[in-house]
């Protein structure tokens, strides 16, 4: 292997065609069979189609070794979507026994090119299960958990992606998952609050919050204490004080509370959000946004569920009212969905 630095000393990480390496000579690589006659052939560099030929051939004869181990570090570099790559080499590393924190530093280190790979990601969650099996924390407090270096430093590798992008799915998917294996549910909750108040149109964070409070449990089994709920209707409609066309908060509560609470939609926050709507430093700001007009629909809906049919005459009606605001005034872009939601209205009355 060849290095070659510029002329301030640093690394520009190049080297020999693997088939000119000594190191390899007694390798036969394996090409790529695309069959006889194929349709749309991949254009692969040489250097990459050289790579996975090799790579091929190490897996083809079921290889153990570091310079295994190696190839499946360039292979994935040069395409993180090579999920062969990272199943094997996750089956080298524990053939071996290597140092799982160090390939976590590793992962870390190709993680800027690569940080919506779902594979880099998968990869990642797999290793801090090798580093800490869940089971040998359970008996422990969470605030004992999060400060065990394994837990404590997976949480900072996340939370600074999360604050280059807050919007990374797959950063959003892994703190979960690093929530539920370890039960660290109430530490979780303070991180959630910290990122609405950095920025309240974060919808991941509200998407989050719904997550840790449910501690992701089902329909079924979350059972949504008056309590709580008060709590999160609160919570949710100082929210939207600050930015009532900010879809999230709206969202967030009527979602939940259709979900684990129907009643609660129009005997707790009805009454909140109308208070709101009437409010002369709110009045305007909230009656124009479609999401209160929409979070009127949701809730007479509901409303008119538990009623008789010879009881919900006036409350079908100020969902149908609901919808012709919308359709007409507040999102005429979505005018049909909502002449829809008025007629599905009209026919569960009937």
């Known amino acids: 292997m060849v290095r070659i630095v510029d002329d301030d000393?640093?690394?520009?990480?190049s080297s020999l065609p693997i088939s000119q390496q000594e190191e390899w000579s007694d390798v036969v690589p394996i090409p790529q069979d695309d069959g006889k006659n194929p349709v749309c052939p991949i254009l692969y560099t040489d250097e990459y189609r050289e790579m996975t030929d090799y790579f091929r051939a190490v897996m083809a004869a079921g290889e153990v070794s570091q310079?295994?181990?190696e190839l499946t570090g360039r292979v994935i570099d040069a395409n993180a979507a090579h999920y062969t790559a990272w199943v094997y080499r996750k089956k080298l590393i524990l053939d071996l026994g290597l140092d799982i924190s160090e390939e976590l530093s590793w992962v870390s280190e190709i993680s800027g090119r690569h940080i919506k790979n779902y594979q880099l990601w998968h990869h990642r969650g797999a290793l801090l299960a090798l580093l800490l099996d869940p089971k040998d924390v359970e008996h422990e407090s969470q605030d004992q958990k999060v400060q065990n270096p394994a837990i404590r430093n997976e949480l900072q590798?996340?939370?600074?992606v999360i604050d280059n992008d807050s919007k990374n799915f797959h950063a959003w998917s892994h703190r979960q998952l690093v929530v539920r294996s370890y039960g660290i549910w109430d530490q979780e909750m303070a991180y959630v609050e910290t990122q609405?108040?950095?920025?309240?149109r974060n919808n991941s964070a509200w998407n989050q919050r719904y997550f840790v409070l449910t501690a992701n449990q089902s329909a079924d089994e979350f059972v949504l204490s008056e309590e709580v709920a008060d709590r999160e209707i609160g919570y949710a409609v100082e929210k939207i004080k600050l930015a009532p066309n900010n879809e999230s908060p709206w969202s967030y509560v009527i979602g939940l509370l259709t979900r684990h609470a129907p009643a609660m939609l129009y005997e707790r926050l009805l009454p909140k959000?109308?208070?709101?709507?009437?409010d002369k430093d709110y009045?305007?700001?909230?009656?124009?946004?479609p999401f209160y007009w929409s979070a009127l629909v949701d809730i007479y809906e509901e409303q008119a569920k538990a009623l008789?049919?010879?009881?919900?005459?006036d409350v079908d009606a100020f969902a149908r009212e609901a919808c012709d605001s919308l359709a007409e005034k507040y999102d005429p872009i979505r005018a049909k969905y909502w002449k829809y939601r008025k007629q599905a209205l009209q026919t569960t009355a009937n």
Do not use: H, M
């Open 67 to 69: 310079r295994a181990f």
């Open 283 to 289: 009045a305007l700001a909230v009656s124009s946004t």
């Open 273 to 278: 959000i109308s208070e709101l709507a009437a």
């Open 308 to 313: 008789s049919v010879d009881e919900r005459g």
């Open 196 to 200: 609405i108040n950095q920025d309240v």
């Open 157 to 160: 590798f996340v939370g600074e």
């Open 9 to 13: 000393g640093n690394d520009e990480c």
